[in-house]
């Protein structure tokens, strides 16, 4: 038995929350939104581990450490990237997603994302004012998406009795 399927039938029923700092303000809306609705069910913030990186660019290495550790049921992330006047952002938008989802494949973690790529974004006050409005939006539906997949996955795997996210006493 490989060392990645061991630790995924110990895993704990905790949740592991990534979000880049760039847009700090915008993004912090998502994980506010994303602890309440998993209050809605149940599930406590204490039943949450919590890291901040510096941009997006950095979320796909720290959900693969986060996700082989062997602590979580998921890893959800958040993120703003945005088009800083150069094509540079399509290949980071790009490059965090395609990494996202070949942490999932590759640990057999659900890794969940809300890290949005607007088409335009300045940081006049309508912009701001959408996405901070938005990513509380984004923040539950992912929130949704974790609680409908952690139990989905665990079952596929054969774990449905020992993997679904912890709630609260």
């Known amino acids: 038995m490989s060392q990645l399927v061991a630790a995924s039938q110990y895993a704990s029923r905790r949740v592991a929350f990534v979000q880049s700092c760039w847009h700090k303000e915008i993004v912090d809306q998502c994980r506010i939104a994303f602890l309440e609705e998993l209050a809605k069910a149940g599930i406590s913030a204490a039943d949450c581990d919590f890291f901040e990186v510096p941009g997006a660019f950095e979320i796909p290495l720290h959900a693969k450490l986060l996700a082989k550790s062997g602590n979580y049921a998921a890893v959800a992330c958040a993120g703003l990237v945005v088009d800083g006047g150069i094509y540079r952002h399509d290949f980071v938008a790009q490059a965090v997603i395609s990494g996202l989802m070949q942490v999932q494949l590759e640990t057999e973690v659900v890794v969940l994302s809300a890290v949005l790529t607007p088409h335009h974004f300045h940081a006049g006050s309508e912009h ?35 993997v679904t996210l912890k709630q609260a006493a």
């Open 128 to 162: 701001f004012n959408f996405f901070h409005e938005h990513f509380l939006v984004k923040g539950r539906e992912l929130a949704q998406a974790c609680l409908g997949t952690v139990g989905k996955v665990a079952a596929l795997k054969g774990e449905s009795d020992s």
